[in-house]
């Protein structure tokens, strides 16, 4: 199939595949024959004098329904310190060896990193400055949280620390809806936290998802209602994916009409669109909308996108340095995280195995990645490309290039820069699937096979 009938077809038939957020996804990793050095990658991320660091928090209080993210959720006691005890570990190590430059961006993801206390929060904090003392004057600090994960202690300690950017999946804002997702606590918990977060922070992110059993077109306009009243200055709007392994997946196998269908999941995103713009924010992505002016909302995306290296810290996380996509040891079956997470704690770092599992991009992944976040971010520029790879954007990806023109999905802003349109802004899961390399189509396939 051509490039032009594989979009015409997968548009007709509502399809819905996972958003692309990175490329490539974890599901291309595989193990090592020999760990990674700190040698191999030093010399691939000497193209930036910057550094993204994304540290991993793998706790939850519980698993929701959907969710196959590397975490546990038995992490009382030493479980949690000692995981927090070897991180600020390898922050000084990583330290020695990327410690001289500026750092662009921290994220703290998970699991749940707002379950930490506030005395493990400064004790990171400590060893960050100590280790990475270069701050990018835009450096921007986020954590992900929950709504029953925090109170307004640890917040207010947390903005001291220097976070001003708050992630906190809300999901749904209807109490049954809540309770299918496998959140066990009350929409007053939600309404409190999310002014919590309001009061003190300049920059907050909420997180909504559709597709969830019982959810409606009405009950999620109303969910998105409810929470833009609160004015948050980003959205972001996922569709659930119903993975293998998840409890999601068993529900929809029973019930199959509580849940709603790919191409209503579409009606509700034009939905969503609608509203979102009547409300002014701006749409940057598939998912996110935000209402900051002449800025991303998200600039840990944008700074991976110009090509500076992420150290990610803690088990599993992800690093990207140049051609090495790698992490520590993993696991999706959820009864396997906890002996890797304690594994992790136990090992001292070691510089002649900083990671098992990964891949090393080619050159054409590399420009396949470029093409694939530069379309996400709309700021794929012919000239950008053409300095970075010294070739020809239209000449690498022609019938591509072409076939999202003819139909729509692209603009050419001043004759440089392909943006998505705002269809293809509606499409880009399946147009992100049309420039995976032919290699990393395969891994994939491999993966979804197992
Ligand atoms: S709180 Fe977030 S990371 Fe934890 S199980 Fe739920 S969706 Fe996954």
Redesign the pocket.
């Known amino acids: 199939m051509d490039r032009l009938d594989f979009l015409r077809t997968n548009i007709a038939n509502n399809e819905l595949p996972t958003y692309v957020y990175g490329y490539p996804s974890k599901r291309a990793y595989r193990a090592f024959s020999q760990p990674l050095r700190i040698t191999d990658v030093v010399e691939q991320a000497d193209r930036s004098k910057q550094i993204n660091i994304y540290i991993h928090i793998p706790f ?1 209080r ?3 329904t959907y ?1 196959t ?1 590397f ?1 546990t959720t038995r992490h009382g006691g030493e479980t949690g310190e000692s995981y927090v005890a070897r991180l600020v570990e390898h922050i000084a190590r990583y330290g020695e060896y990327f410690g001289d430059r500026e750092v662009a961006s921290i994220y703290f993801g ?3 990193p707002t379950l930490l206390t506030q005395h493990q929060f400064g004790a990171l904090f400590a060893a960050l400055d100590a280790a990475f003392p270069k701050r990018s004057r835009r450096c921007e600090t986020t954590v992900e949280s ?1 709504p029953d994960s925090f109170d307004n202690n640890l917040l207010d300690c947390l903005k001291a620390l220097g976070v001003d950017r708050m992630s906190m ?1 809300i999901q749904s804002m209807e109490p049954g809806e809540l309770a299918h997702s496998g959140r066990p606590y009350s929409l007053q918990t939600a309404k409190a936290a999310i002014n919590a977060l309001i009061a003190r922070f300049s920059h907050v992110n909420l997180d909504l998802i559709y597709g969830l059993r019982g959810q409606t077109r009405d009950s999620l306009i109303s969910s998105l209602g409810r929470v833009l009243d609160y004015e948050p200055q980003t959205l972001s709007l996922y569709p659930v994916v119903v993975r293998p392994m998840t409890s999601i997946t068993m529900s929809k196998a029973h019930n199959p009409e509580l849940f709603l269908s790919e191409a209503e999941k579409y009606e509700v995103y034009d939905q969503n669109v609608a509203l979102m713009a009547s409300k002014g924010y701006r749409q940057e992505s598939f998912t996110r909308f935000t209402r900051i002016a002449g800025d991303h909302a998200y600039r840990q995306e944008v700074s991976d996108f110009k090509g500076t290296p992420l150290l990610g810290l803690g088990a599993g996380a992800r690093s990207y340095f140049g051609q090495y996509h790698c992490s520590t040891d993993y696991a999706v079956a959820s009864s396997a995280a906890s002996p890797i997470i304690n594994a992790f704690s136990a090992r001292p770092f070691d510089p002649d195995a900083i990671a098992s599992h990964g891949i090393r991009l080619t050159q054409e992944d590399l420009r396949c990645r470029y093409v694939l976040l530069g379309l996400t971010l709309s700021a794929l520029s012919r000239s950008n490309y053409a300095a970075e790879f010294g070739r020809a954007l239209a000449a690498d990806f022609s019938e591509e290039l072409e076939a999202l023109e003819s139909l729509q999905l692209v603009n050419l802003a001043e004759g440089d820069a392909y943006q998505l349109t705002r269809t293809g802004f509606k499409y880009s899961s399946i147009i992100a699937r049309m420039f995976y390399s032919a290699r990393m189509a395969a891994l994939e396939q491999q993966y979804q096979a197992a």
């Open positions: 939850c519980y698993r929701c969710c993210l975490l998970g699991g749940t929950t999946g």
